[in-house]
Structures are given as C-alpha cells and as structure tokens.
C-alpha cells in the first residue's frame, strides 16, 4: 500500500486513485454536487480553494488543495521510484 500526501498531511492510497481532475468544468462540478449529495465526498482542502478533485474506485471524490499536476506527480514519482529501487536490487 502506497500513500501519497494531497495536502496539508492529509493522505491516499495512490493503488485506489482513478482520475485526478481540474474542478473547473460543469462536469465535474456536477460530479462533485452528486457526490456531495449522496455524501460521498471528503474534503480535503482544510479550507482553502479546491485545485484537484480526486475520484477513487470506490466513487468518493476528495477535493484537494494542492495542483492536479502536483498529484499526479506525487504517484508517478512513487513509481518511477519503486522502480529504481527493483533495478538496483
């Protein structure tokens, strides 16, 4: 199990993580409303500005306050990572 940081020490299993979006479009705002209203969505922003919406497998939703970009990062680099550590070995 692998757990990337989404912000303000707030944690996620990067192996559940299914899309990592910009909350800017009308869909994804819609999403965000539906999860909210089914109450399926974590906030993870600690109060500031939504930047990223993450949708797992299990269909919660996480608003993050850290870049998409940023995120996406985080889990590649997890990987890219792991896998110098099993070319080394």
């Known amino acids: 199990m692998r757990l990337i940081n989404i912000g303000f020490g707030n944690m ?8 990592v979006v ?6 994804v705002k819609r999403l965000v409303q539906e999860a909210r ?3 399926r969505v974590v906030d993870a ?3 500031r500005r939504t930047r990223a919406v993450i949708i797992t497998d299990s269909d ?5 306050a850290i ?9 590649g680099g ?4 792991t896998q ?6």
Do not use: Y
């Open 78 to 81: 997890r990987e890219m990572a």
């Open 12 to 19: 996620l299993t990067a192996e559940r993580i299914v899309a």
């Open 22 to 27: 910009s909350p800017d479009s009308a869909p």
């Open 45 to 47: 922003t600690q109060g």
């Open 67 to 75: 870049q998409p970009e940023t995120v996406a990062s985080r889990i």
């Open 84 to 89: 110098m550590e099993e070319k080394e070995i």
């Open 37 to 39: 209203d089914a109450r």
């Open 60 to 64: 919660h939703v996480i608003l993050s």
